[in-house]
């Protein structure tokens, strides 16, 4: 069974963006991250262009016994 962990954030490449505030459990302050991320004109290995960084739901996973 899958349930919902919280938000993180990835780049274009579907690599997690780490950070001290890289998860949340709700997802406006993950989404004005990625908007900040996406404003700057220099990012560090991710391509540039059009918003690389979105918000993405994280899921864990429970086994049942």
């Excluded at 302050?29 to 262009?49: Q, S």
Aim: proline content about 6%; glycine content about 10%; hydrophobic content about 30%.
């Amino acid at each position: 069974m899958k349930r919902q962990y919280g938000y993180g954030i990835v780049g274009k490449s579907g690599k997690p963006w780490w950070d001290e505030a890289c998860v949340c459990e709700d997802r406006e302050p993950m989404t004005e991250v990625a908007d900040n991320l996406n404003d700057t004109t220099w990012i560090v290995g991710e391509p540039h262009g059009d918003r690389p960084f979105r918000v993405v739901r994280l899921f864990y996973e429970t086994r049942k016994r």
